[in-house]
């Protein structure tokens, strides 16, 4: 089992920041891809960001490239998602995810958090 933990959610302004943060628990860190999605009111979730085990390879949903940027530290079971420029349609319940294969697109991630609320006033 692995369990994730998100914070660094909360209300912020267009064109602000936040970092989000994942701690994670239980397995060995580094044997998981780690990804990070996100689900507004009425809409289904989406993927946002994703890492490689070693932090190499980063992948990012179009909607958030060149905003938004991945990151993990392996010897702190951490991953982050620095959100900058952020707008009102980037309002959502952020999730960190992982899973040890497969594609970092689709959310068929083995382990989840609760999720962090992130709300971006106009």
């Known amino acids: 089992q692995v369990q994730l933990v998100e914070s660094g959610g909360e209300l912020v302004q267009a064109g602000g920041s936040l970092r989000l943060s994942c701690a994670a628990s239980g397995r060995t860190f580094s044997d998981y891809l780690m990804g990070w999605f996100r689900q507004a009111p009425g809409k289904e979730r989406e993927f946002i960001a994703a890492i490689t085990w070693s932090g190499a390879g980063a992948f990012y949903a179009d909607s958030v490239k060149g905003r938004f940027t991945i990151s993990r530290d392996n010897a702190k079971n951490t991953a982050h998602l620095q959100m900058n420029i952020l707008k009102p349609e980037d309002t959502a319940v952020y999730y960190c995810?992982?899973?040890?294969?497969?594609?970092?697109?689709?959310?068929?991630?083995?382990?989840w958090g609760q999720g962090t609320q992130v709300t971006v006033s106009s």
């Open positions: 995810a992982a899973k040890r294969k497969g594609s970092v697109y689709e959310s068929t991630y083995d382990y």
